[in-house]
């Protein structure tokens, strides 16, 4: 007799992990994690197998890979459900999305409307469209970059339109992201970039004030029909600052907010979103906004925080794909915390007193979890491992501290 539905998850990072517990939280049922690199964070588990595939992110190896499995697997499990945690997964997906539905269930929009959605550039033209806010931006291509007149004033914020091209290139001082003080710091970094070999545009956007608590993240599931049925927003109290993992995630609350939720949703429906979305915000207290960052075509790194704060991730898949189920939308306005680093971490650098009593509130009350730690999954070996990933945050956060100030 067949089983019912295995996931089968692309990556074996921390995001990997979140979706396969997020299943086993659930469903009680191991998941199969493939990747190029065997990562600490999904090894040794007892929730999920990992199967190692050398150059994955080659779009013909992933396909090949990936039909191989589908025909082996069908034979065990009536449903597969086919998950990307990075862009480079994501891509070959839906490029060859006839090929692989044969096998698997895909929760991914059309290529067309991912497309738009990943690049920046075009994601701010959609914003313009439906009224939803973002931060001034000046986009820099190949032909006017020694001609950059800026509309407004430094310091800005400079980033590639293009994730995945940009992931393709390395660079002495390269950057997830930049904070330009200058116009000479500003040519530099643009020069920089395309003398790489870099072939899409640069985004550069005026630079919202604020420390790492102006931070927000927004996740939603979008059912196979287009329609939203889950949403679930968290505040960031603390992010990583180091050169290449600035931006990732260290602790968030999870809240609500209806008209962040009214606003998104209706985006969403209205071009038929299908599948997880991933949304970063900031609070511009300037003129009290939130403003749009990026959309990622997936789950986020930190998105067990949703499912922490009871809005499961797996089960609104399972409840779409496999049961067939229409149910009411849910929307989070649970507070909970959830941590990628020590606890010890947050006394030393979040600096509002009013977020990190919050917080230590939460901490009191049990009400907070890691994505990595999990009573079903503590074998020796990898609560080791797991200690040594988190540990590492002291050093890191001593050479990259947080500004005290509103200069994040």
Request: hydrophobic residues 30%.
């Amino acid at each position: 007799m067949k089983e019912k539905f295995l996931p089968i998850i692309l990556g074996t990072d921390a995001n990997a992990y979140g979706l396969a517990r997020s299943f086993n939280d659930k469903y009680n049922i191991k998941s199969l994690a493939i990747g190029s690199f065997p990562l600490r964070e999904t090894r040794n588990s007892k929730i999920m197998d990992v199967k190692i595939v050398s150059n994955l992110a080659d779009e013909k190896i992933l396909l090949d890979t990936l039909l191989k499995l589908g025909k082996e697997y069908k034979q065990k499990y009536d449903y597969l459900i086919l998950l990307s945690c990075a862009e480079w997964y994501t891509d070959p997906i839906v490029n060859n999305f006839e090929q692989l539905s044969k096998y698997y269930i895909l929760p991914f929009m059309n290529k067309k409307l991912k497309d738009q959605l990943e690049d920046k550039e075009s994601f701010y033209n959609i914003c313009e469209k439906y009224n939803l806010d973002y931060p001034k931006t000046y986009i820099v291509t190949n032909q006017n970059k020694t001609n950059i007149k800026l509309p407004f004033d430094f310091p800005v914020a400079l980033k590639a339109s293009n994730s995945t091209l940009y992931s393709q290139i390395n660079f002495e001082g390269k950057e997830k992201s930049y904070k330009i003080n200058n116009q000479t710091q500003l040519e530099k970094t643009v020069n920089q970039i395309f003398e790489a070999g870099y072939q899409g545009h640069i985004v550069i956007q005026d630079f919202i004030p604020g420390a790492d608590d102006t931070m927000y993240v927004l996740n939603c599931y979008s059912n196979k029909e287009g329609k939203v049925k889950m949403m679930c927003l968290g505040r960031c109290i603390l992010e990583e600052h180091s050169p290449y993992g600035i931006g990732n995630y260290r602790a968030i609350i999870s809240e609500g907010n209806k008209q962040i939720y009214e606003k998104i949703q209706h985006f969403l429906e209205d071009i038929k979103y299908i599948g997880f979305s991933n949304f970063d915000l900031k609070y511009d207290y300037r003129d009290h906004k939130y403003k749009l960052f990026e959309i990622n075509i997936r789950q986020g790194r930190s998105s067990y925080f949703t499912t922490a704060a009871g809005l499961n991730m797996a089960k609104y898949l399972v409840e779409d794909y496999i049961l067939n189920q229409n149910n009411e939308t849910e929307y989070n306005y649970n507070k909970f915390l959830w941590l990628h680093t020590p606890k010890k971490i947050l006394d030393k650098y979040v600096y509002n007193p009013e977020v990190l009593n919050e917080a230590k509130k939460l901490i009191k009350e049990k009400k907070y979890a890691y994505t990595l730690i999990n009573k079903k999954d503590n074998s020796l070996t990898r609560k080791f491992w797991i200690k040594r990933i988190y540990n590492k945050d002291y050093g890191t956060f001593k050479l990259y501290p947080p500004k005290k100030d509103d200069e994040k």
